[in-house]
């Protein structure tokens, strides 16, 4: 088991920046992904950015050049979101993802981030 805890959402203008962390715990040894993810009202939850095992990162086009995720230790993840826009606007969520014959996502509870003047 994996237990993920987001921290760091909240309220901020356009333009503005934030970090969100990931503190991970558990069996995080066999981890083979970590990922951020985010939900908007009324619609699907859908992938900001992950980060693989030996560094390689991917994003979601809508964020590529503003957001930043990065992994400083198995424990901890973080995503830097510079340049924020309005439709940024959502609950953020943390996940690990390891594959072993079987694909097992965990998740954290979520953040609230609100990018609003």
């Known amino acids: 088991q994996v237990q993920l805890v987001e921290s760091g959402g909240g309220l901020v203008q356009p333009g503005g920046s934030l970090r969100l962390s990931c503190a991970a715990s558990g069996s995080i040894v066999s981890i083979n992904r970590m990922a951020w993810y985010r939900q908007a009202p009324g619609k699907q939850r859908e992938l900001v950015a992950v980060?693989?095992?030996?560094?390689?990162t991917d994003y979601a086009d809508s964020v590529k050049g503003r957001f930043t995720i990065s992994r400083d230790n198995l424990k901890n993840t973080s995503l830097h979101m510079n340049n924020l826009k309005p439709e940024d606007s959502a609950v953020y969520y943390c996940n690990a993802r390891k594959v072993s014959g079987v694909t097992t996502d965990y998740w954290g509870q979520g953040t609230q981030v609100t990018v609003s003047s």
């Open positions: 980060i693989f095992n030996g560094g390689r």
